[in-house]
Structures are given as C-alpha cells and as structure tokens.
C-alpha cells in the first residue's frame, strides 16, 4: 500500500514540476493573426473599398480626368494608383514567406502595426510613387474598377482563409522609414494605402475648379 500511495504522489507532482516555468521565462508569442486582427484586416477590406467605389463610379468624364495642377493627379489617376499598388503590396507578403521564419521577429517588427496604423492614413507625409506604380491615365473608369475589384477580391480571400504565422515572415520595405516589415503587417499595409489615397481623391473634389 505504501509503494502504491508513493507511485500515485509521483504521477501527480511530477507533471507540475515539468510544466513549471521559472519567473524569469518569457513566452513567446503567437505568430499567426489572432481573430481580431483577422477580423480589423477584413474590415479595413471592405471598408476602404466601398469609399473607393463610391468616390468613383458616378464621375462624369471631366470629374475623372480634372486635375487640380499640372503636377497633382487627377481623381481617375489616384484610382489607378491605388489599383496598381495592391498586387505590388501583396507581392510582398509573398515575398516574405518565401523566406524563412524568424525567430526574433517580435523584437524586430511587434510593434510596426501600430506604426504603419498611425502613419499610413495621414496625409501629411509624402512619398514618390516607384515608377511601375503611377498611373498613365489612360485607362478607362470600368477597367479600374474591374481590376481593383479583381485584385481586391484575390487579397481579402487571403485574409480570411490563410492560417499561417504571417508575422514570423519579413521583407524589407523600399523605403527607410518603414524597414523591415512582417507579411501581417504588409497584409494590413494595403487597406491602409487605399485609405490613404481615398482622402486624396477627397482632396481633389474639394478643389474650386473641380466639375460639378
């Protein structure tokens, strides 16, 4: 009886002591998006692309062409920007899991949602397009529209469906200010520009001399 009552406290405290952490241990985080963020991605989604069709599909021809200088877009151009953009963006999340998993990428690029969150909606800082990127304005309305929806399409899927550790992935932004990039916070990245460049279209139409 004695061994048996032994044996059983053995079963019983060994598991704890096995499963113990010691205060100093760090757990890391999980790298896959959690259902929030999934949830906040899929909404900025869907949310920046009604603003978008609905800022473009009723323009008269001189709506979509006026441009308020010689220099600054017009409305059809910023739409066609932002249509562009989005492959490039997702060829970037792609880009990163092509690689390898990073350990440290929590150290590296935790924080660079919040980052890219605050600074990407404002309009107060500007950058020059990269050449693939702008618009030629030639391009009619319905074939935007048509490509944006097809593009928009491909990377919302994307985003409800992929189960993988999108934040373990990274790839380097072309521009300094942004480094290194995890492929969650390059997924967040492109609602994020197309709301950016919805307010430019907003500024365009602000314009004295844009068509009523």
């Not at 944006?148 to 521009?175: G, I, N, S, W």
């Not at 990039?181 to 314009?207: C, F, G, S, T």
Request: positive net charge.
């Amino acid at each position: 009886m004695h061994r048996i009552t032994t044996c059983l406290i053995v079963l019983l405290v060994f598991p704890a002591m096995t499963t113990a952490r010691s205060p100093g241990a760090v757990q890391k985080s999980d790298a896959r998006m959690t259902p929030e963020e999934r949830a906040k991605v899929i909404k900025l989604m869907d949310e920046s692309e009604k603003e978008y069709l609905d800022a473009i599909s009723n323009l008269t021809e001189a709506q979509w062409t006026y441009k308020p200088s010689p220099f600054k877009w017009s409305v059809g151009e910023v739409a066609e920007h932002i249509m562009l953009t989005e492959p490039l963006l997702f060829s970037f999340v792609r880009r990163a899991l092509a690689g390898s998993e990073d350990p440290d990428w929590e150290s590296k690029t935790g924080k660079k949602a919040e980052f890219l969150e605050r600074v990407l909606p404002n309009r107060t800082g500007r950058a020059q397009a990269p050449r693939e990127i702008q618009p030629t304005g030639k391009l009619s309305r319905d074939e935007v529209i048509r490509r944006y929806k097809e593009v928009r399409a491909k990377t919302r899927d994307f985003a409800e469906h992929t189960d993988l550790p999108l934040k373990a992935y990274e790839a380097q932004h072309p521009f300094p200010a942004f480094n290194i990039l995890n492929a969650y916070d390059w997924l967040l990245y492109i609602p994020l520009h197309n709301i950016r460049h919805n307010k430019q279209m907003a500024e365009v139409k602000a314009q004295p001399g844009y068509p009523k």
